[in-house]
């Protein structure tokens, strides 16, 4: 099964907002509101950003956000911030209780 | 506070198996599955499967069906994986993660293990 689908990189100016896609399948991403996404700075373990598509962690500021339509789901950030530069995966689980990561989107922040 | 700590650093030829270990505290061992995820040098995530140490349950990702072995020892609140027929695309960093939460297992959350650098090398 191969990676779901992300844009390698996005940039975007402080205060600015950004959008990340997820592109998969009907098997994963199209078939159920598991979608999640991680940001994982240089030299640090990946953090969950959001769950369940729209769902925020605990602590993650309201200026993350999600959405799917079909097989694509997205991550947009709002009010862009230095903090924020980053690896971004998301992540979906599929009809046979496995787990699939997109390949990863580079967010330099301006 | 939850905390997971995993084994250190492995030299393996090719061909050769490995197991490496998630020794967890801070929380119930049994009440949420724990996740291998590895990451080679400058690249993404890979999902390798769960674990969950209540039933001993496993699935893994298909590529590695047949290789991945994970399995836990309660009384130790330790999760293993083992990886065979190591190849040199096997050289990765190797991290076990908790669940997100106990009603959603089927997604790695915020308690990662500090990874183990796995190494092929003849």
């Known amino acids: 099964q191969s990676a779901l689908a992300q844009p390698a990189s996005v940039s975007g100016s402080p205060g600015q907002a950004i959008s990340i896609s997820c592109t998969g399948t009907?098997?994963?991403?199209?078939?159920?509101?598991?979608v999640s996404w991680y940001q994982q700075r240089p030299g640090h373990t990946p953090k969950v950003v959001l769950y369940?598509?729209?769902n925020r962690a605990p602590g993650v500021s309201n200026r993350f956000s999600g959405s799917k339509s079909g097989i694509t789901a997205s991550l947009t950030i709002s009010g862009l911030q230095a903090e924020d530069e980053g690896d971004y995966y998301c992540?979906?689980?599929?009809?046979?209780?496995?787990?699939?990561f997109g390949g990863g989107t580079k967010l330099t922040v301006l | 506070q939850v905390q997971l700590v995993q084994s250190g650093a492995e030299l393996k030829k090719p061909g050769a198996s490995v197991r490496l270990s998630c020794k967890t505290s801070?929380?119930?061992?049994?009440?949420?599955?724990i996740h291998w995820v590895r990451q080679a040098p400058g690249q993404g995530l890979e999902w390798m499967g769960w674990?969950?140490?209540?039933?001993?349950?496993?699935r893994e990702a298909q590529k590695f069906q047949g290789r991945v072995t994970m399995t836990g020892d309660t009384s130790i609140n330790t999760a293993y994986m083992g990886l065979g027929s190591l190849r040199s695309d096997d050289a990765a960093v190797y991290y076990c993660?908790?669940?997100?939460?106990?009603?959603?297992?089927?997604?790695?959350?915020?308690?990662w293990g500090q990874g183990t650098l796995l190494t092929v090398s003849s």
């Open positions: 993660a908790r669940s997100f939460a106990r009603w959603l297992q089927l997604a790695p959350g915020d308690y």
């Open positions: 801070g929380y119930p061992f049994t009440e949420q599955y």
């Open positions: 674990f969950n140490p209540n039933s001993g349950a496993t």
């Open positions: 009907s098997s994963d991403v199209g078939g159920y509101n598991c």
């Open positions: 369940d598509v729209t």
């Open positions: 992540s979906s689980c599929t009809g046979s209780s496995t787990l699939i």
